[in-house]
């Protein structure tokens, strides 16, 4: 953007028809691929247009979050900007009246309405990268501010929504598709957070409804509009990935499965869509057609080099889960090199991979030792913090020099921790082998535990490793329908909890699954009380906040 004048002459303005035309152009343009375009179509009139200006933001800022790179938010600025000449200007009076909670909506021109969800959706992205760019106290304060404007306004917005006299408008249907996008996705994404901090946000004016969520966001992308193609993007990605990282446990495949064609259909080489379709046919155990959808949204576009990346993360997980060491190795070095997320994480994982060969790392000994010693270098801090995984990785390279070069199945300590076990739910052939790889380690460990004794103290962590291999036997037992022997390795692990030295977080991640296993035999009460005992007990360890995002999620279904 250029310095904007604070005045538009009547010649430059688009008008609405116009803009909206256009942006439905670049929305075409960018799923299909041609995300240069876009961005040149919107730029073309981004100076005098709010809806060109929205776009233009948005494709930056996806850039952004794409290249993990800290970019400027005067793009954003200057949307604003625009926007707020197209906004309904407020006196004293309308001001009061909205504070109390009346307005008079009968006087919204068109404009006026659009301009209004353009100014939540610009502020939400301008308090995302506020967050993510800058590392002070003050700019985490405004950042939060900026979500609570956004998200009154998109409650605002929704009320107009549901007004005879704004729903009679010409172009209601795209304004009701962006209030529903909005607050859909709060509704969602506030459902997620631990109760704690919901109780605080709660107080100050937030509320949080999962189902109600995802009900507004069907109905958005059911209801034809110019966001329908973005709202399906966030239901794709909320059931294929948001609800496995996290562990909700209510992905809809079946709804997946019935809008995922449509838009396949519609953008026959959408790199998006390729990617959900490689991750639904992974979480479905079939493996061969995950690595091929995966394989072609990688090669169908190079204008957004980054967008691979998330496709060669799902590859090496597709490969790893089959013991293809060597191939998902291969991917993490490619990550390793070319992505800016986490070049820690893309070592340690590479790492572990390698390992795996041959099962003890001796035939890549140098290369390991190397990828683990230049991994405190690579530590990254977001919004002024390191990244807990990062932390916890660390850890574990550290552990590896202090048992003499050694890990127990680091590379399936990695799968569990990403929530890939899940892949195995499908496949019970597969299944079993991870199975009786447990088993073969569960005697190698008694062998090393004989010889212990003329071993230093810290070079054997003998209830780490026997506690690791009960969280992973558990899981496959609880995926084998096995239910009393997988419990008996869950509760195995809390018992044996106090002779765990170092990855204490063992013990209320077995919890947690325990607790999930109840809830899906219908024990309310015994699931209510393990999480009830693992959140009293346990406390500061590794990934904490991750594990409670599970144990959350599993309480909300009690």
């Excluded at 605002?156 to 005879?164: E, F, R, T």
């Excluded at 009900?215 to 239901?235: A, C, M, P, W, Y």
């Excluded at 070592?347 to 010693?373: P, W």
């Amino acid at each position: 953007f250029e310095d904007a004048s604070n005045q538009i002459s009547t010649n430059d303005c688009v008008d609405l028809n116009t803009t909206l035309a256009e942006v439905n152009v670049a929305i075409n343009l960018f799923f299909n691929n041609q995300f240069d375009e876009a961005k040149k179509l919107m730029t073309e009139r981004c100076e005098t247009s709010m809806y060109h200006a929205l776009g233009l933001s948005t494709l930056l800022f996806l850039e952004a979050t794409l290249t993990f790179e800290q970019a400027t938010i005067q793009s954003i600025k200057c949307a604003l900007q625009i926007n707020s000449r197209f906004r309904r200007k407020q006196n004293l009076t309308a001001s009061f009246s909205k504070i109390l909670g009346f307005s008079d909506n009968s006087d919204f021109t068109d404009v006026e309405l659009h301009a209004e969800v353009i100014f939540a959706e610009l502020n939400l992205f301008r308090a995302a990268l506020t967050f993510i760019q800058d590392e002070n106290l003050i700019s985490f304060i405004r950042g939060a501010l900026k979500v609570r404007l956004c998200y009154q306004t998109y409650n605002h917005c929704h009320k107009l929504s549901q007004s005879k006299a704004v729903t009679c408008k010409n172009h209601s249907a795209d304004f009701i598709g962006a209030s529903l996008l909005g607050c859909g996705a709060f509704n969602i994404g506030l459902s997620l957070l631990p109760p704690k901090i919901l109780s605080l946000l709660e107080w100050i004016g937030f509320t949080a409804d999962r189902k109600k969520g995802m009900q507004q966001l069907k109905e958005g992308f059911n209801n034809v509009n110019l966001r329908s193609s973005l709202i399906s993007l966030f239901i794709l990605g909320y059931n294929l990935f948001i609800t496995v990282h996290i562990g909700t446990h209510d992905a809809d495949l079946d709804y997946v499965e019935q809008i995922l064609p449509k838009m396949m259909g519609k953008f026959p080489n959408g790199v998006f869509f390729y990617l959900y379709a490689g991750r639904l046919e992974q979480l479905k155990g079939n493996f061969a057609k995950a690595i091929e959808h995966l394989e072609k949204a990688a090669n169908l576009q190079n204008e957004w080099k980054q967008f691979a990346h998330a496709c060669y993360w799902e590859l090496m997980w597709c490969h790893a889960i089959q013991f293809r060491w060597r191939e998902a190795a291969e991917y993490a070095d490619m990550l390793r090199k070319d992505s800016n997320w986490s070049k820690c994480t893309y070592n340690y994982l590479r790492a572990s991979f390698l390992y795996m060969v041959d099962g003890c790392g001796a035939q890549h000994k140098e290369v390991i030792n190397t990828l683990f010693r230049e991994m405190p270098s690579l530590k990254q801090r977001f919004a002024g913090k390191s990244i807990p995984m990062e932390k916890f990785l660390l850890r574990k390279a550290r552990k590896y020099f202090e048992q003499n070069e050694f890990l127990l199945l680091p590379a399936h300590e990695m799968i569990y921790v990403w929530n890939g076990l899940i892949m195995l739910k499908e496949t019970k052939e597969l299944r079993d082998k991870h199975f009786i790889m447990i088993q073969q380690e569960e005697l190698a460990l008694e062998e090393r535990k004989e010889k212990a004794s003329n071993m230093p103290e810290q070079s054997f962590n003998y209830y780490d490793d026997y506690c690791l291999l009960n969280l992973l036997k558990g899981v496959c037992l609880r995926f084998d329908q096995q239910t009393m022997k997988s419990e008996l390795c869950f509760t195995d692990i809390r018992e044996n909890y106090k002779g765990i030295n170092k990855d204490h977080y063992l013990a209320p991640a077995a919890l947690a699954d325990l607790a999930w296993m109840c809830i899906e035999e219908g024990r309310n009460g015994e699931a209510h009380a393990h999480l009830k005992y693992s959140r009293k007990t346990y406390s500061h360890y590794s990934m904490e906040s991750r594990i409670h995002f599970r144990m959350h999620a599993a309480q909300t279904r009690l």
